[in-house]
């Protein structure tokens, strides 16, 4: 039923994943909060912005690190110009509405990409990371042949595990002790009150967008290293997935989304150990099962909002 | 008679209601208090949209928190809101048909006679087959009236039905409302921080302070009480 | 009776009293609309396949199916409040089981196209009834959700080609059977008569609902749930009401499309496909049925166009976009200025 000497190195992949959807999550929940935007562009903007790298790197345009720099400034930079000049417009709208304002941008940016490369050949790069690996055998016999844990990572699943725990941590540190965070956990609360208090909120709004735009731009480069080529529709929808562990946080705990972010990486690339065909088939639906189920147990209590307030 | 006893509701650590026991004695009744004191709690409590942890209501003799909440119209509560709700893509007609279909069963020709009434009652004859949407701010409220008054109500619950209207138009909204008991014979609660559209509705009034009872009875008696004003102390009442 | 009325202007009210039904219903817009109506129809059913080619009346052939599944999707959207993007799985599923069906009975063609989506109707409800209890942002998230896992099963599983067993799939592309299409539409134009007809039907269907007692339900529950419920209106039974009707629509689209590809790829329902159609939505209007055949128009037509007068079709994606936002734009300029928060 489960082939054990994959359940290792499946769980080594796993948890490189459970790091891109943890980093993501973390990107799209604090935005949530601080905006009350659902931001589904996120995967679109880190594909254009991947997209960009590989032309710069493929033309030698300018050194690698440079070009990996150009994929996460133009993220930054686009998805604070979105925040800057397109979301407030949407400010008297509820959050469907503005979600659907990301999904018009989404689809912009996935026309521009296929029109602007060739999207179905086989575009690749490889972070410096992604080219070195470190074999781990761990607990093995005498003649060092049988380890009871092997298996070779590439430095950029480190790297991307170390980031997200970096990025999750520092996001909870800047919340809690500097004054631009305690602002933006104030107007997560109640914006109008906030407003009203004199809190900045267009400056922190700005702040949240450019640090999610970033985390966008690392996540895009992240992907194309760990899925091993650039598929611009795959990195789009990813936000969809990347979602599954912010729901499972009810769009509101940070640490909770990002631990579910890492079970969804991990069970999704253990199912590939499983010895029968359909696990390993259909093991993609995953994170889409853990939100559906996360979603009903929202849906146990009913949510009326009579004349501007909830009941719940 | 509506008969409320020890009903008790609790929003987290927070008591929204503390034992409130009270009988309306029916025609109209105010019930006031400072803001938070509870009153929409109470009307959402009488609607079904809250649960209470503790209490009875008695509505002439029938155990009203035992009912699902959209069954409480077809036995006779009707409600409006702070905010105006009456729909704005359907007609006059449409609106308050909506709430006669879903709460009584009708012939159309009876049905159409009781819409009609109901609209006229309101006033809003000549705009019976207007879209809602095109309504000045006093006539919605009418609308939502209508909607209210409309088959065999017992309990009508109206929730600031004044609130931002100017003075002149809240007058005949008072008018209609302080028809209504004679006109359908339901008991009528009115929530309302106008006091001279309280006076002029209604003749016995309860008011609420911290989700406690604080005074009921006439009206007149009840504006004059001490402890009232001085809840109201740094709200002024509008004497 | 008692009127307060405080003036005699009770015409309307008179003249109410008098008149045999709505004035809505039997009024001169009415007539009017209905003709419209009636020569929008002859135009699509004649005049279009007399003057195009067989090219172009296949793709008219998509749009009219696509139109029933944004007609259904709009209905949602413009009449209850609900934003769905997880209709084009239904409409997949609803592909499969005709698929599936035609191969393994002799049935006709309308009875496979009824079944399947009364199926699909099935598992839109099974799925809605709790996922109806969330609104919002988190109704069209689970329907996502739901659509993008369906993708996942469906590009493993594949449309059945006439093999054997559950799946119905052969491996040999020799003894692929195609679907079957109903004996008095075989020819291509024929069937997009079919299907205009077809979806003309759906749309009645979705009329007849709209203007009577749930269309006035739906609209109150659009407003307010809790005035809705205040009003004595059972909610839950009125949206899943919607949500079946909107699945069984979808799901005779499903059916008609399995008849006009024949043999269908996953492209079609795969999760871009949802927001492209939640796009078209918008932008055809959701207000009136019409929005719908314009929305059908622009997701099955346009891309050809472009193409045929040799621009890139992904140019259509670019105008999606930039019509779901202008739309948005405008709505929000609009409420904004009647200071109106959602």
Known sequence: MIDTNQLFPFLMSGLGFG????????????????????????????????????????????????????????????????GLYLAPRYANRDDLNKMLGTLGLALILLGFMFNLWKTEDARVFRLPTGTRRVQIEWFCNSEGKECVFDARISYTQILAVVFALVVAAGVTVYLKRTKMGTAMRAIANDREISSLLGVPVRRIEAIAWLGSGVLCGIVGLL????????????????VIPALAPVLVGR?????????????????????????????????????????????????????????????? | MIGISNLTVRFGGVLSLAGVTVDFPGGACGLIGPNGAGKTTFFNVLSGFVVPVEGSVDADGVDLLAMPDFKRARWGVRRTFQTEQAIESLTVFDNVRTVLEHTSKHGKDSARTQVLDAVEFCGLGA??????????????????????????????????????????????????????????????ILVEHDMSLVRKCCDWTAVLDFGRLLSCGPTEDVLRDPTVLAAYLGQEVEA | MTAVADDPRTTAVEQGRTAAGSPTLLGKRSIAKMGV???????????????????????????AILAIVAGATGMLYGRVGLVALGQMALYGLSTWITLRLSFATDLPFPALVLIAAVITTIFGVILGLPALRLSGIYLSLITL???????????????????????GLVQEVTNRSEMRRPDIAIGDFAYYRYVVIAMVLTYLLALIHVVGKPGRAWASIKQSEAAALAAGINTTTYKLWAWAL?????GIAGGLLAGHVKSPSVFPFIVEQNIILIAVVVMGGVVS????????????????????????DRWSLILFGVGLTVNLLITSHQLDKAGIRE
């Open chain 2, 127 to 188: 705009q019976v087959y207007a879209r809602v949407g095109t309504l000045s701010p006093r006539e919605r409220r009418l609308v939502e009236v209508a909607r209210a008054v409309v088959g065999s109500p017992k309990l009508i619950l109206l929730d600031e039905p004044g609130a931002g209207l100017p003075e002149a138009e809240s007058e005949h909204l008072g008018t209609v409302i302080r028809q209504i008991p004679d006109h359908v014979g339901a008991t009528v």
């Open chain 3, 289 to 312: 049925l019409w929005g719908g055949i314009i929305s059908g128009l622009l997701a099955a037509v346009l891309p050809e166009l472009f193409q045929k007068i040799g621009v890139s």
């Open chain 1, 19 to 82: 790091a891109v959807y943890a980093m993501s999550g973390t990107g799209l929940l604090v935005l949530y909060r601080t905006t009350g935007v659902l931001n589904f562009a996120f995967g679109a903007i880190g594909a254009f912005g991947a997209s960009i790298t590989w032309s710069a790197i493929e033309n030698n345009w300018a050194p690698d690190w440079v070009a990996y720099l150009m994929c996460i400034a133009f993220c930054g930079a686009v998805t604070l110009g979105y």
């Open chain 1, 223 to 238: 992907l194309v290293d760990l899925f091993g080529s650039l598929d611009v529709v795959l990195m789009t929808w990813f």
């Open chain 3, 37 to 63: 109506a009636a020569a929008a129809l002859a135009i699509g059913l004649f005049l279009l396949p007399a003057i195009t080619s067989t090219f172009w009346v296949k793709n008219l052939t998509s749009a």
């Open chain 1, 251 to 312: 769009l509101r705990h940070l640490w909770v989304a990002f631990f579910a972010a890492f079970a969804i990486g991990v069970v999704e690339a253990e199912l590939n150990a499983s010895t029968w065909a359909w696990p390993s088939l259909y093991r993609k639906t995953t994170a889409y099962v853990v939100a559906i189920v996360a979603l009903l147990w929202f849906a146990r209590k009913r949510n009326l909002v009579i004349s501007g307030r909830s009941t719940r």
């Open chain 3, 145 to 167: 959700m739901s659509a993008a896992g369906f993708l996942v099963i469906l590009s493993e599983a594949k449309f059945p080609n006439g093999g054997p067993g559950f799946k």
């Open chain 3, 246 to 250: 909107a699945s069984f629509m979808t």
